[in-house]
């Protein structure tokens, strides 16, 4: 399994007049937090899609267990459990400053190859740095 | 079981550099398709608020079957398949212009009362508009 | 001069903890205000694009004169004042349901090749199409 | 005058099809600018609206010099050129990661009493911490 941790601040424009942070932004703090999960290994998304590797998402899932507010800096942990094959499942729980667990999510995200449009398996690269936290 | 239809057109700023409408732009769809079946009933989420009760998310789940592009007519069916109590669940299919079935999501709702900030029931006038669709 | 109008109805997520509609929303507003625009004219943004034509934003300018709020439906006069050449202006007025002017907003664009990344006129249908407007 | 520096990095969801960050999206990011230029000098405007005051922008201004591409890390250069009064006026220089000026902007806001709706002057600690930077 591998592990990691992101912060994010609520910005005011994704408050909605709830005084809520909008339900429909978690999707973008969950690709911050996937984004530099694979930072922190040394891997950025960019370079795989210089590659010709692209990562669209096929499903994905939010528990709203209670609301985040403007400007709290929110701790997000994002785990890989498995293996990623062709497919690749990322795991998110966000914690508000108060260290309380606020939400839940996953997103499973499968890679392609751009050019024939087909899915592919994650390049070597990703694979040899990821391989260590599953053994 | 009540059905509506709603369609939303791909904004430019909701696709992303892969070419695809931005996968966190579908709850926003959402909340368009389920406000507009809603006012399809003759009620408004707006003066839903001004009663004193909101309408916070618990749970979202998205399936991407394929992309949505730029400037596309998304049709949107949006169901409520059981009679809401303190919680309504909405459905969506979302279909292209070539009526493909593209995207399949949920999201689950309470009710709440702003003062109390407590669940409640909905409201008479939306328990008795709903009514007849589960029977 | 050319004039066109589209609605455009503010979403809940679009609103921020003030009640209003976020004040960076207005940028998507204008998109869809001038996209429409040409389609009235029988012209498409994403025609355009696949003919290889992109039409960065140069310059966004916005007055805020009062604010927009959830579910209201806005009407954006959108006009053409000149003859575009290399660069397009377009001009916004946002009128509230009460027909009050809210908003004044102006956004400068450049036509640019796609393949050379260099400025380039419209291309003969937009400016065969617009001609009658500039005499 | 006060100047202050931030960086905000490009996310997925805020790139379009141009492979630019969206026009609309450099709101936001003046949004993120002027907040932790405060918060620099000890001020957070959650606590300017716990306060009964909020600030609605009343102005925007922007010149897209050159684009901005998804995952670089922005520099934000904030200034507040004039001492503020009633209004307060920020200046932004954004700034891409090989430091080439990429984009100008200013955003005019009001200082406005929650409860009277009507423009007021800023908390005598923002004053304070303000004042040294206009002698």
């Not at 690749?88 to 400053?97: K, L, P, S």
């Amino acid at each position: 399994m591998y592990t990691s941790e992101t912060t994010v601040r609520v910005r005011y424009g994704e408050t909605d007049q709830m005084g809520y942070a909008y339900y429909g932004c978690y999707a973008m703090y969950y690709e911050v937090a996937r984004v530099e999960s694979l930072r922190q290994l040394g891997l950025t998304y960019k370079s795989l899609e210089a590659q010709g590797i692209i990562m669209p998402v096929l499903e994905n899932r939010s528990k709203y267990i209670s609301p985040a507010y403007y400007d709290q800096l929110l701790r997000i942990v994002c785990e890989i459990r498995e293996k990623p094959g062709i497919r690749i499942r990322f795991h998110y729980e966000i914690f508000n400053e108060d260290n309380k667990l606020i939400h839940i999510g996953e997103t499973l995200l499968v890679f392609v190859d751009k050019q024939t449009s087909r899915p592919c398996m994650p390049p070597e690269a990703m694979k040899k740095v990821l391989e260590p936290f599953f053994k």
